[in-house]
């Protein structure tokens, strides 16, 4: 094992985000709350990708942060069987997932050479980097998993290898013994549960690794932090860091998200001519593929539902006018005019969410867009799509209470295309139910309920709150480790 004497000067740690925007937005936020604390906080990405993160890193080293970029090239295109330019999951096709989970083995060498040259004290790296583990131990540094997701939805993962493998019979089934019954539908599982290869890596890169940094705060999910950070259920040590979207206030300190500027002026603009809590945003992320009969259904869902509404359609579907065509019915936008806008490809979220004209968000339930509403006090109306989305929403829900169903039951099938379509009816239903407030007593509650967490957040992340209580303890456990010259982690 090699050995990191204790350096000199403010502890350092290096954060290797996986390159998708789920993934690498809440990382690049939690370098630069780190730098904010007086860490030496590098970020490592890729050329494509720092063309986003430039921006943040420019604006936080100009206020004295020491944030730093370090630019490591992407696999060559012969080697990964990915496109060129193909750096971020983001651009790549869905069924080329596993091609770029495989393509992130080839940064083992230009990792390491970078380990020994900046020597930094710590390595945060992305749980599908799953070969850091070793890295870091070859090193003598203590390695930090950032999964991307909560500790509801870790915890959960965790408990489910006592329920698998599923009887083939199986539909869904009740996973008991925790503070809630939570209902699981196998076929919204995460993809990973079949992934036999990669749990196994997984798990072994867990055991080897210091513990768990996660994008949470404690009384968002307060049992189930409690259970994941106990370190007899889980077996791994974790902090809560979140909601990493607030430690930045001005839109520059937030990691590069991919807006232009004209989108963003137009967006936060249209929201500036509407009533307090009238709009619904929708918008599923950054990795979401509907298909043309889908997006249709919801263009004519969103309005029928008479409420005013903020839809974002990512750029794919909404490439060119013949692209376009195939889905977006006639004379849509003309109609909507002035009640109803469409993003095509992305909106500044944290701003939208953040607006007093916005509602109710319709989301996927990623964990970074969950987080986003909660911090907002928004409530949300849940329309999960595949990961560990169903079970985000059985936080949402059944937990915290914060959100509605579009749909009961379960209606897509893992990554294909929606075999059952939500339709133009449910979702003007649900969204004309909810929105602007229809005086429903439960409606109330979960709008009410929003706003109560969205307070809980930001109390998480000041001084003496959970989360801050949760960074001072890392940062002292961390440099005192360093301190030591310990050379067992
Ligand atoms: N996002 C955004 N504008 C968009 C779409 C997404 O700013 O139009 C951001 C969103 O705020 C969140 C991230 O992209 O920080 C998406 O992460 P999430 O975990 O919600 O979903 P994923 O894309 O991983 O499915």
């Known amino acids: 094992m090699g050995s990191n004497a204790a350096s000199a000067g403010p502890l350092h740690m290096l954060f290797f985000p996986l390159m998708s925007p789920g993934h690498m937005i809440p990382m690049v936020d939690m370098a630069r709350l780190f730098a904010t604390r007086g860490v030496r906080s590098t970020i490592v990405t890729t050329p494509l990708n720092a063309t986003n993160l430039r921006r943040t890193v420019d604006s936080s080293a100009a206020h004295g942060l020491p944030l730093s970029l370090h630019v490591i090239p992407f696999p060559d295109p012969a080697a990964t069987g990915l496109a060129p330019g193909q750096e971020n999951l983001s651009t790549v096709p869905t069924a080329h997932f596993n091609t770029f989970v495989m393509a992130l083995f080839h940064f083992q060498s230009p990792l390491a050479a970078l380990l020994r040259e900046l020597r930094p004290d710590v390595l945060v790296s992305d749980s599908l980097f799953t070969w850091t583990a070793d890295l870091a131990l070859e090193h003598g540094i203590p390695r930090l998993i950032f999964h991307g997701a909560g500790a509801f939805p870790l915890f959960v993962l965790t408990n489910l290898v006592n329920y698998l493998p599923l009887d083939p019979s199986t539909e869904s089934f009740t996973m008991n013994g925790l503070p809630h019954p939570i209902r699981l539908h196998k076929n919204g599982l995460p993809e990973l549960v079949d992934n036999f290869f990669m749990l196994k890596l997984l798990g072994e890169a867990e055991a080897k690794s210091y513990g768990v940094v996660v994008n949470t705060f404690h009384d968002m999910e307060p049992s ?231 307070e809980a957040a930001r109390k998480a992340v000041e001084e003496e709150g959970s989360t801050y209580e949760d960074v001072t303890s890392l940062i002292k456990e961390l440099d005192a480790k360093r301190k030591e010259g310990q050379e067992d982690v």
């Not at 002026?265 to 619904?280: F, M, Q, T, Y």
């Not at 593929?289 to 903020?310: D, N």
């Open 224 to 454: 189930y932090v409690n259970y994941y950070k106990n370190k007899n259920q889980t077996g791994i040590k974790a902090w809560c860091v979140g909601p990493v979207s607030l430690f930045c206030r001005a839109a520059e300190e937030r990691a590069g998200r991919g807006e232009s500027p004209a989108d963003r002026e137009r967006v936060l603009g249209w929201l500036n001519s509407k009533p307090a809590g009238s709009v619904v945003y929708m918008c599923f992320g950054s990795l979401c593929h509907f298909s043309g009969a889908q997006l249709r259904e919801i263009a004519l869902g969103l309005e029928a539902s008479g409420k005013a509404f903020l839809w974002v359609v990512r750029r794919e579907a909404a490439e060119d006018a013949a692209a376009e065509a195939e889905w977006m019915p006639e004379g849509f936008e003309k109609r909507v005019e002035g009640r109803g806008l469409v993003v095509r490809g992305w909106a500044p979220q944290v701003e939208v969410l953040g607006h007093a004209a916005v509602g109710w968000f319709v989301t996927h339930c990623g964990w970074n867009s969950l987080q986003e509403s909660v911090c907002a006090g928004v409530p949300m109306i849940t329309w999960p799509l595949f990961h560990e989305q169903f079970i985000n929403e059985a936080l949402v829900v059944d937990v915290m209470g914060v959100g509605v169903r579009m749909w009961e039951g379960f209606r897509r099938n893992r990554l294909e295309e929606a075999k059952v379509l939500v339709t133009a009816e449910e979702v003007a239903a649900v969204v004309g139910r909810v929105v602007g407030g229809g005086g429903e007593e439960e409606v109330e509650t979960v709008a009410r309920k929003a706003k109560e967490y969205g």
